[in-house]
């Protein structure tokens, strides 16, 4: 079945530093949702992208979404501690069906 | 407040006793879902409902099975619990199943010993 590979599985930095997770799709997807875990919660929608380039900013969060739309990243400027948790990508691409990448858990050393 | 609500949020039982976790959703969504979590794998789709009595399968349904009699409820019952599904669970809606954000519960933490 379609899969989605996000990289890395963790990433440490020192508070302030910045942070890019990555997904990847073998084949074209027709959007790619972004979600946020807090240890011990439950997933939060961040955004949704649907257009082939598309970037869009929340604050210090940048997600892109590929010219072929096979792959999306998510950077953060300047981390604080707010952002530790697990960051998601999900294809939406077939309905009725979120298919989740592995996860990037993001730990921040103040 | 909007919200997805699971029940239980920890529960431990042994192999083999039949047990239910709970969902509910006063959004008025017609989309639910169940997922689980395991370290390193992500989220994983169990099952999925369109609608009231439209339920289909996701990448993992072995072992589980789902309802959807009423459109705010979508229980997950596993007849005959297994070690293997020791897990963190959690329910899902969202208005359709494509192009718009899911909502999760607070999510439910089984061990089966």
């Known amino acids: 079945g379609q899969q989605v590979m996000q990289i890395p599985q963790y990433q440490h930095v020192q508070e302030g530093e910045d942070f890019t997770t990555y997904c990847n799709s073998s084949?074209?997807?027709?959007?790619i949702q972004w979600y946020k875990q807090r240890p011990g919660g439950h997933p939060v929608f961040l955004i949704q992208?649907?257009?082939?380039?598309e970037v869009k900013k929340q604050k210090r969060l940048t997600f892109q979404f590929g010219e072929a739309k096979k792959n999306s990243s998510l950077h953060i400027t300047a981390t604080q501690t707010t952002d530790v948790g697990t960051y998601f990508c999900a294809d939406g691409t077939s309905y009725g069906k979120l298919t989740f990448g592995q996860g990037t858990i993001l730990t921040v050393h103040p | 407040e909007a919200q997805v609500t699971q029940n239980p949020r920890y529960l431990i039982t042994v192999t083999g006793k039949k047990l239910t976790v709970t969902c509910s959703q006063n959004?008025?969504?017609?989309?639910m879902s169940w997922y689980r979590q395991d370290p390193g794998l992500g989220l994983r789709q169990i099952y999925y409902s369109m609608n009231v009595e439209v339920t289909d399968k996701g990448d993992v349904p072995e072992g589980y099975k789902v309802s959807r009699k009423e459109k705010r409820n979508f229980p997950l019952i596993l007849e005959s619990p297994s070690p293997n599904q020791t897990s963190l669970y959690f329910c899902?809606?969202?208005?359709?199943?494509?192009?718009?954000?899911?909502?999760f519960g607070q999510g439910t933490r089984l061990t089966v010993v």
């Open positions: 084949t074209t997807l027709s959007n």
């Open positions: 899902a809606s969202s208005y359709t199943g494509m192009f718009t954000e899911a909502f």
């Open positions: 959004m008025n969504h017609e989309y």
């Open positions: 992208l649907v257009k082939s380039g």
